[in-house]
């Protein structure tokens, strides 16, 4: 049965109508006819897979990666970066739009590489197949490359098989030298790995959180900030847009005096922010990441900044400095409606609020918005080739 895609969802997955029930499916356009294959059937809705393009939409390139059509990683390889950049905006100002907020994103900062820009990679290992998961599946697509990636890893990915791992994951993340951490969850006895450490700028390999060889970090520097990064410490997966990103909290930080970095991971942008600040405190749960910031606060010569190990939850009603600017970069998961009303309490005059996933931001803007109103919004596409995007926003106290 054939079904033409009307628009994209929340997710860049193409909608259509199948006997007027609502039909997802992931890789396709709108304007594209396809014939599909139903995976999942629920009452509301089915979840499809494209059996075949009947009619390709206008809008509707090739896709660079050969994996584009199985893999669950990039959703939008198979618009131009245009589309998919007007795809970014349109979803957000439609969470915007959902929940009356009247405002209207008009920004968003591309990317200058569209491919090999990112510094991780999180494989799967399954029956000694290395690669990821097809859309929605534990289906595992065995790659040789994957193109949003650093070349480096790229090139390590081909010779992962000499570690002998049966089961597990393996991630691989490099920094501005493209040096290599190996980080490995197995049960399976490691292969000898001689041959990579020999044949690439392998500085570090961790396996079930155990340093096996070298070291258990690495440097990075980005926009002339030093920042040492634990293995398990978060850090952009994109140093391209996480040098936009630091210009922007550079810019609108300017004449903050006292900042509160609240999920600060390795200190960066509190550091970035404390140039001309009195004070800046740092607040984030990850130990390793938070012995990093304090490091990373001595490597950039600061004085002015202190990091603590806490849960925000737990701690944000005991900080009693008062501050006029935070900066809330929270986890996919947003800011929980009691820490927002925390923050809210103290009438801290600037909120800066940066976040990877739209739909929570929104959710914790309609709870800010009735104290603080938007002097500054844009989205980055951190996230180039795939349906995520990155947003800044920058309140005002009313
Ligand atoms: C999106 S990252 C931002 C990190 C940092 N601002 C940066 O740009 O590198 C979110 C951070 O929040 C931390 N985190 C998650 N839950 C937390 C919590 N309840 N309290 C404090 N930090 C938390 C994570 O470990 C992660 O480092």
Redesign the pocket.
């Known amino acids: 049965m054939e079904v033409e895609i009307v628009k994209f969802d929340n997710l860049g997955r193409g909608i259509g109508y199948l006997n007027d029930k609502i039909i997802f499916v992931p890789k396709t356009v709108p304007g594209d006819i396809v014939t599909v294959n139903i995976k999942t059937d629920q009452k509301k809705y089915s979840i499809g897979t494209i059996k075949e393009i009947v009619k390709p939409s206008k809008l509707r390139q090739n896709a660079i990666c050969p994996y584009f059509s199985k893999c669950g990683g990039c959703d939008l390889m198979h618009i131009s970066l245009s589309n998919a950049l007007e795809y970014k905006l349109e979803k957000v100002n439609s969470l915007l739009k959902k929940i009356k907020i009247t405002e209207q994103v008009k920004n968003i900062i591309k990317c200058e590489k569209s491919i090999n820009y990112r510094n991780k990679i999180s494989l799967k290992v399954f029956n000694g197949e290395i690669g990821f998961y097809e859309n929605n599946s534990h289906n595992l697509v065995p790659i040789q490359k994957c193109l949003i990636c650093d070349e480096k890893i790229n090139e390590l990915i081909k010779k992962l098989k000499v570690l002998n791992i049966k089961n597990g994951e393996i991630v691989i993340r490099s920094n501005y030298k493209h040096e290599l951490i190996l980080i490995i969850y197995s049960e399976d006895e490691l292969g000898n790995y001689d041959t990579l450490i020999n044949e690439y700028l392998i500085i570090g390999i961790i396996k079930n959180d155990k340093l096996i060889y070298g070291d258990d970090y690495f440097i990075e520097n980005v926009n002339n900030y030093l920042f040492k990064v634990s293995y398990n410490?978060?850090?952009?997966v994109n140093p391209f847009m996480c040098s936009k990103l630091f210009d922007l909290v550079k810019e609108y930080t300017e004449y903050s005096q006292n900042i509160l970095?609240?999920?600060?991971?390795?200190g960066?942008?509190g550091i970035v922010a404390s140039n001309k600040t009195k004070h800046v405190l740092g607040?984030?749960?990850?130990p390793n990441?938070i012995k990093d910031a304090n490091l990373n606060k001595n490597f950039n010569g600061l004085k002015n900044a202190e990091f603590i190990c806490?849960?925000?939850?737990e701690i944000i009603n005991k900080i009693t400095n008062s501050f006029d600017t935070i900066?809330l970069?929270?986890?996919r998961s947003g800011v929980s409606h009691e820490i927002l009303k925390q923050i809210m309490n103290a009438k801290i005059e600037k909120i800066i609020y940066?976040s990877?996933e739209p739909q929570t931001l929104v959710r914790d803007l309609s709870i800010i918005l009735s104290d603080y109103k938007i002097s500054y919004f844009t989205l980055l596409d951190m996230f180039v080739n795939t349906e995520h995007v990155e947003s800044f926003v920058v309140l005002k106290h009313l």
């Open positions: 410490s978060f850090f952009q970095d609240l999920y600060c991971g390795v960066t942008l607040v984030e749960i990850i990441a806490a849960d925000t939850g900066i970069d929270p986890p940066i990877c």
